[in-house]
């Protein structure tokens, strides 16, 4: 096709980009093989295994499973409450979408240190409440991870025509449950399935907000034990990039456009019927 580029340039480009990202990981796992008493081995991973070490290393694994608790909530939050939101905005209120698309940039252009100031006064309230726990900064995550999840999810909305499958619908007598069940969810799977991504790499990530509101996650658990020893550190971030990369494999493989078969079977039939 004219303009679209040939096999060779196509696969020397994904090369490069392909470097770009490994060359660091191949970096990262250098170090962590290296040994203190000079030379390679694996004994910073098999050190962090070990079960003899999980009193030093018990600020990480209670990060890491806070860290995998807020993700799965904050994918409550944005696939629970954001996304019936954004849909219902798009086929009952349309003309809130552009303010509704700017309150989404605003976690943006604000800075986090910022947001911390302004979410410092609500988490005091909230600590004599519900308590303090990791678990609360769900709530502060769901307002980071909002232009970015609106996005994913508007993009396939405007795509799929979402206004008139719904009225489709609606016509045959289906409730709003059964239009954004079965009618706007399989066509906005891909933006779904991206918001998911988004909302994992970014809790997973995230810093700033946990280490100013004194919660223990994973990125803060990493600069405690960094300070002690810096090849478990390493490791850790390796082993997080590697799961973040698989993850991200498996939305590609999984968030497609399904087959259509029906071509294949009227063109069956249509030459079953010219044979006869």
Same mark, same amino acid.
């Given at each position: 096709?004219?303009?679209?580029?040939?096999?060779?340039?196509?696969?020397?480009?994904?090369?490069? #980009?392909?470097?770009?990202?490994?060359?660091?990981?191949?970096?990262?796992?250098?170090?962590?093989?290296?040994?203190?008493? /000079?030379?390679?081995?694996?004994?910073?991973?098999?050190?962090?295994?070990?079960? +003899? +070490?999980?009193?030093?290393?018990?600020?990480?694994?209670?990060?890491?499973? +806070?860290?995998?608790?807020?993700?799965?909530?904050?994918? @409550?939050?944005?696939?629970?409450?954001?996304?019936?939101?954004? =849909?219902?905005?798009?086929?009952?209120?349309?003309?809130?979408?552009?303010?509704?698309?700017?309150?989404?940039?605003?976690?943006?252009?604000?800075?986090?240190?910022?947001? @911390?100031?302004?979410?410092?006064?609500?988490?005091?309230?909230?600590?004599?409440?519900?308590?303090?726990?990791?678990?609360?900064?769900?709530?502060?995550?769901? =307002?980071?991870?909002?232009?970015?999840?609106?996005?994913?999810?508007?993009?396939?909305?405007?795509?799929?025509?979402?206004?008139?499958?719904?009225?489709?619908?609606?016509?045959?007598?289906?409730?709003?449950?059964?239009?954004?069940?079965? #009618?706007?969810?399989?066509?906005?799977?891909?933006?779904?399935?991206?918001?998911?991504?988004?909302?994992?790499?970014?809790?997973?990530?995230?810093?700033?907000?946990?280490?100013?509101?004194?919660?223990?996650?994973?990125?803060?658990?990493?600069?405690?034990?960094?300070?002690?020893?810096?090849?478990?550190?390493?490791?850790?971030?390796?082993?997080?990039?590697?799961?973040?990369?698989?993850?991200?494999?498996?939305?590609?493989?999984?968030? /497609?456009?399904?087959?259509?078969?029906?071509?294949?079977?009227?063109?069956?039939?249509?030459?079953?019927?010219?044979?006869?």
């Amino acid at each position: 096709m004219p303009g679209r580029p040939s096999r060779g340039v196509a696969y020397a480009v994904v090369g490069v #980009i392909g470097l770009v990202f490994l060359i660091p990981l191949f970096a990262m796992l250098e170090f962590t093989l290296r040994q203190t008493t /000079g030379g390679y081995g694996p004994g910073h991973w098999l050190a962090l295994f070990d079960p +003899n +070490n999980a009193r030093a290393y018990r600020p990480l694994f209670q990060g890491l499973g +806070n860290s995998f608790l807020l993700a799965a909530l904050t994918l @409550v939050i944005v696939l629970g409450v954001f996304f019936p939101t954004v =849909v219902l905005v798009h086929l009952r209120f349309p003309r809130l979408e552009r303010a509704l698309d700017l309150l989404t940039v605003l976690p943006i252009a604000i800075p986090a240190i910022v947001l @911390v100031v302004g979410f410092a006064p609500i988490y005091r309230a909230l600590g004599s409440v519900v308590g303090s726990g990791a678990w609360t900064l769900s709530l502060a995550y769901g =307002v980071l991870v909002l232009p970015f999840a609106y996005r994913a999810i508007n993009s396939d909305l405007q795509g799929m025509d979402a206004r008139t499958r719904a009225e489709a619908a609606r016509s045959l007598g289906a409730g709003w449950g059964t239009v954004l069940v079965r #009618i706007v969810t399989p066509g906005v799977r891909r933006g779904l399935l991206g918001a998911s991504l988004l909302t994992i790499a970014i809790v997973l990530g995230e810093f700033t907000v946990s280490s100013l509101l004194n919660r223990v996650t994973l990125q803060t658990a990493l600069l405690q034990i960094s300070k002690s020893d810096p090849f478990e550190a390493v490791a850790v971030s390796l082993l997080s990039l590697v799961g973040a990369f698989l993850v991200l494999l498996l939305v590609s493989s999984t968030g /497609g456009a399904p087959r259509r078969r029906t071509r294949r079977g009227s063109r069956s039939n249509t030459s079953q019927e010219s044979s006869s």
